[in-house]
């Protein structure tokens, strides 16, 4: 987009060539010049720039257009459509801050029925300060837009924008609106020309651009694309500031301290410069026979040049003593620069101390030495009386006089140190730990600061047995403070049951902690049922039904088969399903079930059996008597065959068993007749 800069002179010449170099570089679009004493700085590119105030710039004049809207485009059929409004004008003469960054942002010209941006100076927290408002685009193709309107923007003197051509069918209607300029309104767009009158022309077809700054672009004609609004533009002037020189030089036997080159503006204040003298010299005077030290010149209205002077010392050391005391050694001395005085006491009467020298020196005795200044000083006493001062720290009040005046060698009244809910006293600020105290026999000054500390309590938790504790188990706690939860863990079979405290809260958090608390966690067995079943005629140890016990326990288990049935198993987790007499330990809830089944009826299979065993025992127990050696073995597969045959009725079970110990008892019997036959036949 091109930029136009009005000129009628050969400096505006230069001023529209450095702007226009400053857009093909890409720098910010401005131009500063100096013209009558005066220098001007002017920004016509859209965009957001600073400007910082110079040192000794306290005011500036400043003129602002927005920016004009662009053209609507052409809609065809001959026609010219409506052109865009030129940007408005404001004006202000600012007060402004040296060394303060103030904001500049130009409004962009409308491209095609677009508005154009407004123009604006700020301060760095956004305070507008001037501000000229963009031209507005024609609200359809057929009415110009309006120009930016004075009554909306901010300045001393503002002037509107002129008013886009509206449509028509005649050739060269539909002109942009010309800006406002700094003597009116802008001229309207017109048929047959532009807007001319205070800031300038809008746009006039063909050209697409309008005239800067602020100009409205012109309706397009036919199907033509309608003209650019121009861009805003800021023009800053200020008088340049004046400036003088202070300058400051020592003379022989010092120096200086300070800023000794200085460039204050008109009217302002220098910094300050101080004449430091060598040893053994002192300074005396400036040039100009101020004796200032240190010299701040201020309300510059010319150059200063002035030089230190310095001058051998010799000083004086005068002692005196005031009322209620008197001085020993030699009050009155001279003493070369540099040197030594003699020791002087201060002797205060009986009843008084001595208090400072009027120097503020505490020093007794006092010896002054390295002599740079003269000295003159005289010697303080005051009666002697203490003041015993009692303070408490936080978290905690006194009581008693706080504040006691005490002779010397007098006592002072007793002071308490009442701590406060949750604290205690530790000590005084001098480390004594009496309370209350009374201090006695005083001869000094006391202040003292009761102590106070949070009291802490402890917190532990244990286990009862059956279980743990997870958490911390000693926990120590400010007062009113909360501990931390912990949780009571049972062992596998067991359950939390209660604290000692009997509550029953799982996990447990105290709080508001006042005493010290030990807790411990009590664990009970899990509750389980064994359910007791029966399967045909009997009973059971413990009887069927639903028993109450907890896991881990074993329950003896004994199955009683009824008259006429027989034990026939266990089902369920027991220890031997085929015992009558078992146990089940218990693991979570069981159920067992002792199943009996009938006793199976006598056949006659059964007694030819049984008899075919008593033939076969006799015949056995009567073969003994002569062949022991096959008896023994022989009953015992009887006691085994018998009771196999037998096992299903239980009579004849105790019989079998009952025979065959018999006939071991028949072959011992034969066996031993045998042994005292054949001895007798020896």
């Given at each position: 987009?091109?930029k136009?800069?009005?000129?009628?002179?050969?400096a505006?010449?230069?001023l529209?060539i450095?702007?226009?170099?400053s857009?093909?570089?890409?720098?910010?679009?401005?131009?500063?010049?100096?013209?009558?004493?005066?220098?001007t700085?002017?920004?016509?590119?859209?965009g957001s720039?600073?400007?910082?105030c110079p040192?000794?710039?306290?005011?500036?004049?400043l003129?602002?257009w927005?920016a004009?809207?662009g053209?609507?485009?052409?809609?065809?059929?001959?026609?010219?459509?409506?052109?865009?409004?030129?940007?408005?004008?404001?004006?202000?003469?600012?007060?402004?801050?040296?060394?303060?960054?103030?904001?500049?942002?130009?409004?962009?010209?409308?491209?095609?029925a677009?508005?154009?941006?407004?123009?604006?100076?700020e301060?760095?927290?956004?305070?507008?300060?001037?501000?000229?408002?963009?031209?507005?685009?024609?609200?359809d193709?057929?009415?110009?837009?309006?120009?930016?309107?004075?009554?909306?923007?901010?300045?001393?003197?503002?002037?509107?924008?002129?008013?886009?051509g509206d449509?028509?069918?005649?050739?060269?209607n539909g002109y942009?609106?010309?800006?406002?300029?700094?003597?009116?309104?802008?001229?309207?767009?017109?048929s047959?020309?532009?807007?001319?009158?205070?800031?300038g022309?809008?746009?006039?077809?063909?050209?697409?651009?309008?005239?800067?700054?602020?100009?409205?672009?012109?309706?397009?004609?036919?199907?033509?694309?309608?003209?650019?609004?121009?861009?805003?533009?800021?023009?800053l002037?200020y008088?340049?500031?004046c400036?003088?020189?202070?300058?400051?030089?020592?003379?022989?036997?010092?120096?200086?301290s300070?800023?000794?080159?200085q460039?204050v503006?008109?009217?302002?204040?220098?910094t300050?410069?101080?004449?430091?003298?060598?040893?053994?010299y002192?300074?005396?005077?400036?040039?100009?026979?101020?004796?200032?030290?240190?010299?701040l010149d201020d309300?510059a209205?010319?150059?200063?040049s002035?030089?230190?002077?310095?001058?051998?010392?010799?000083?004086?050391?005068?002692?005196?003593?005031?009322?209620?005391?008197?001085?020993?050694?030699?009050t009155?001395?001279?003493?070369?620069?540099?040197?030594?005085?003699t020791?002087?006491?201060?002797?205060p009467?009986?009843?008084?101390?001595?208090?400072?020298?009027?120097?503020?020196?505490?020093d007794?005795?006092?010896?002054?030495?390295?002599?740079?200044?003269?000295?003159?000083v005289?010697?303080s006493?005051a009666?002697?009386?203490?003041s015993?001062?009692?303070s408490a720290g936080?978290?905690?009040?006194?009581?008693?006089?706080?504040?006691?005046?005490?002779s010397?060698?007098?006592?002072?009244?007793?002071?308490?140190?009442?701590?406060d809910?949750?604290?205690?006293?530790?000590?005084?600020?001098?480390?004594?730990?009496?309370n209350?105290?009374q201090?006695?026999?005083?001869?000094?000054?006391?202040?003292?600061?009761a102590?106070?500390?949070?009291t802490?309590?402890?917190?532990?938790?244990?286990s009862?047995?059956?279980?743990?504790?997870?958490?911390n188990?000693?926990?120590?706690?400010?007062?009113?403070?909360?501990?931390?939860a912990?949780?009571?863990?049972?062992?596998?079979?067991?359950?939390?049951?209660h604290?000692?405290d009997?509550?029953?809260?799982?996990?447990r958090?105290?709080s508001?902690?006042?005493?010290?608390r030990?807790?411990?966690a009590?664990?009970v067995?899990?509750?389980?049922?064994?359910?007791?079943?029966?399967?045909?005629?009997?009973?059971?140890?413990?009887?069927?039904g639903?028993?109450?016990?907890t896991i881990?326990t074993?329950v003896?288990?004994?199955?009683?088969?009824?008259?006429?049935y027989?034990?026939?198993?266990?089902?369920?987790?027991v220890?031997?399903?085929?015992?009558?007499?078992?146990?089940?330990?218990?693991?979570?809830?069981?159920?067992?079930?002792?199943t009996?089944?009938?006793?199976?009826?006598?056949?006659?299979?059964?007694l030819?059996?049984?008899?075919?065993?008593?033939?076969?025992?006799i015949g056995?127990?009567?073969a003994?008597?002569y062949?022991?050696?096959?008896?023994?073995?022989a009953?015992?597969?009887?006691?085994?065959l018998?009771?196999?045959?037998?096992?299903?009725?239980?009579?004849?079970?105790?019989?079998?068993?009952?025979?065959?110990?018999?006939?071991?008892?028949?072959?011992?019997?034969?066996?031993?007749?045998?042994?005292?036959?054949?001895?007798?036949?020896?």
């Amino acid at each position: 987009m091109q930029k136009l800069l009005k000129t009628k002179h050969l400096a505006g010449a230069l001023l529209a060539i450095l702007l226009i170099a400053s857009i093909i570089g890409g720098q910010s679009a401005f131009v500063s010049t100096a013209k009558a004493d005066n220098i001007t700085v002017t920004w016509s590119s859209y965009g957001s720039y600073n400007w910082t105030c110079p040192d000794g710039v306290t005011s500036i004049a400043l003129k602002g257009w927005g920016a004009g809207a662009g053209g609507r485009n052409g809609v065809g059929s001959g026609l010219t459509s409506s052109g865009g409004g030129g940007g408005a004008f404001s004006q202000s003469t600012l007060s402004v801050t040296p060394g303060v960054t103030y904001l500049v942002h130009i409004g962009q010209g409308g491209v095609s029925a677009t508005n154009g941006g407004d123009t604006d100076f700020e301060t760095p927290s956004f305070t507008v300060l001037v501000l000229a408002k963009g031209g507005l685009k024609g609200s359809d193709w057929t009415f110009g837009g309006y120009g930016g309107d004075a009554a909306s923007g901010t300045g001393d003197l503002k002037y509107s924008g002129g008013r886009g051509g509206d449509c028509s069918i005649m050739p060269g209607n539909g002109y942009g609106g010309g800006a406002a300029g700094d003597s009116g309104n802008g001229q309207d767009g017109q048929s047959g020309g532009a807007g001319n009158d205070g800031g300038g022309h809008g746009g006039i077809p063909p050209s697409t651009s309008s005239i800067a700054p602020g100009g409205g672009g012109y309706g397009g004609y036919n199907s033509g694309a309608g003209g650019y609004g121009a861009d805003g533009e800021i023009i800053l002037s200020y008088a340049p500031p004046c400036n003088y020189l202070f300058t400051y030089s020592a003379g022989s036997h010092g120096s200086l301290s300070g800023n000794t080159s200085q460039t204050v503006s008109c009217g302002g204040n220098g910094t300050a410069v101080t004449a430091v003298p060598d040893t053994c010299y002192h300074f005396t005077q400036w040039s100009d026979t101020s004796t200032q030290n240190p010299r701040l010149d201020d309300n510059a209205s010319g150059n200063i040049s002035v030089t230190a002077s310095f001058a051998l010392t010799s000083y004086s050391f005068n002692y005196s003593a005031g009322s209620h005391g008197s001085l020993s050694g030699n009050t009155s001395q001279t003493v070369s620069c540099g040197g030594n005085g003699t020791a002087v006491t201060a002797v205060p009467d009986t009843c008084y101390h001595f208090t400072q020298w009027s120097d503020a020196s505490t020093d007794n005795p006092r010896q002054d030495g390295n002599a740079s200044a003269s000295l003159s000083v005289i010697a303080s006493f005051a009666l002697t009386s203490y003041s015993l001062n009692y303070s408490a720290g936080s978290h905690g009040s006194l009581t008693g006089n706080t504040s006691q005046t005490v002779s010397c060698g007098s006592n002072g009244t007793a002071v308490t140190a009442i701590p406060d809910t949750c604290y205690h006293f530790t000590q005084w600020s001098d480390s004594y730990t009496v309370n209350p105290r009374q201090d006695n026999h005083i001869t000094g000054n006391l202040t003292l600061t009761a102590l106070f500390v949070i009291t802490d309590y402890s917190l532990t938790y244990e286990s009862g047995g059956n279980g743990y504790i997870d958490g911390n188990l000693s926990q120590t706690v400010s007062c009113g403070g909360n501990g931390t939860a912990v949780t009571a863990i049972p062992d596998w079979g067991y359950l939390f049951s209660h604290w000692n405290d009997l509550s029953e809260v799982n996990p447990r958090q105290d709080s508001n902690i006042t005493t010290d608390r030990s807790y411990t966690a009590y664990f009970v067995g899990e509750p389980i049922v064994l359910t007791v079943a029966i399967i045909g005629n009997g009973t059971t140890s413990p009887a069927p039904g639903e028993w109450a016990t907890t896991i881990g326990t074993s329950v003896d288990l004994a199955a009683i088969p009824g008259t006429g049935y027989d034990f026939s198993a266990w089902s369920g987790d027991v220890a031997n399903y085929l015992n009558a007499d078992t146990y089940i330990t218990m693991t979570g809830n069981e159920t067992v079930t002792a199943t009996f089944t009938p006793t199976p009826p006598t056949t006659p299979k059964d007694l030819m059996l049984m008899c075919f065993t008593l033939i076969v025992s006799i015949g056995l127990a009567l073969a003994g008597a002569y062949f022991p050696f096959f008896f023994l073995p022989a009953s015992v597969a009887w006691i085994l065959l018998g009771a196999e045959f037998t096992k299903a009725w239980s009579s004849w079970f105790i019989i079998c068993i009952m025979i065959g110990i018999i006939m071991i008892a028949l072959f011992f019997l034969a066996a031993a007749g045998a042994f005292k036959g054949k001895r007798k036949m020896r």
